[in-house]
């Protein structure tokens, strides 16, 4: 019988090359996974259940609790999805038009802005897949994907052989670290890890760009000109170079601006591509299904027929603005993700959560509606880190509730 792959939903690498066998409806046996992916994957340490005020609930008085907490809210606010499917996000942002809420997801504190440069073809990318078959010099800058997507540097960035770096990583490719820390991935990067002070990052950008510039480049850390010249040789002289950009450096710059100044110099002198390190599996998806329908990719408030975009309109804002009167969360935990001020306002309004996994905020929300786990128990499709779409279908049957359909039950009970 022919090998049949599935696709881990662990992270946003969307690995497809996956193997598993099944015995009595659960996963017995996952192969090709990394530990990350078998935790997603395999059941949740502590699976949801549908509660209203803390007392178990069937789905439906679940459903039609939340339907009428949107329907008496002002103001709602409707975040997460970035662990849900495509057709999913698309139905949250139809019940955010339905009900005139606000719309955000993570990216808005994170990876959103180099989102957003590449959706405007500010940033020039390419597909991971690229990476693999030509990339020569790999950056990995604030980011250890040893850790965070640990099959990263096998799969596609710098172990693999493909079609013009056929001789393997040692002597077809260099692989370049520039973090704060000597993480795994610096580790792995040798004598090619570049340590600088925290938030040196824009100070290290410009240094790179007067040496690309044929100035002589200053910093006021301890790296000297020379090392900074020998990076920037480094760079001059890829053939087909990538960038992939961790949180380390989007905490760092006060916004991409810095990012696409060096992108720019880089593509004066040399072939350069940007790829962000996503972390949940489909974040990017919103994003592109956002600005799809509305031109942002976050932090957006449906109006009428109106659209409201801006800082105001993010997570953070609205929470700390007391500008929401309740909210929606769709497998994302900003309980735990937030910073503890900003997150306590989540206690003083009504919550609904939909999560397969009980979380942080699932135990002090309102309603908490169980669902499945999107790879495992249902199939889909979802944008990977790099902007390629992936298909995926389900690995276990279940006649439980996806994200999507229990989105469609809220609409159809509003
Ligand atoms: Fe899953 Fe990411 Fe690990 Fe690949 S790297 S197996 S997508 S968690």
Redesign the pocket.
Known sequence: MEQEYY?????????DD?EIEITDKKLSKIN??????????KECAEPAECKVDGSNVNIDDAIKEAASILKNASNPLIFGMGNSTTSAQKKAIELAKTTNAYIDDTSSFCQGPVIEAILGDRIKTCTLDEVKDYSDVIVYWGAD?SNS????LS?YTYFPRGKERQRGWEEDRTAICIDVRKSDTAIICGDKFYQIPPQADEELIDALVAALSGKVPKVSFGMGPKKILELANMLKKAKFGTICVGLGLIYSIPDVEPLVRLMNKLNEVSNFHLIPMVGQ?NMRGFDHNLHEETGYINRARFQESDVEHGPQCSIVELLRTKSVDAALIIGSDPMSSLPGTIAKELLDIPVITIDPCVTMTSRKAKVAIASVTSGSECGGTAIRMDGVEVEFKPMIPTDDLSDEEILSRIMEAL
């Open positions: 696709v881990c939903t662990g992270c946003a690498l969307l690995c996956i090709n996974a990394c530990l990350k992916g078998v935790a997603r994957l994907p997507h640990p099959r990263h799969k599996y």
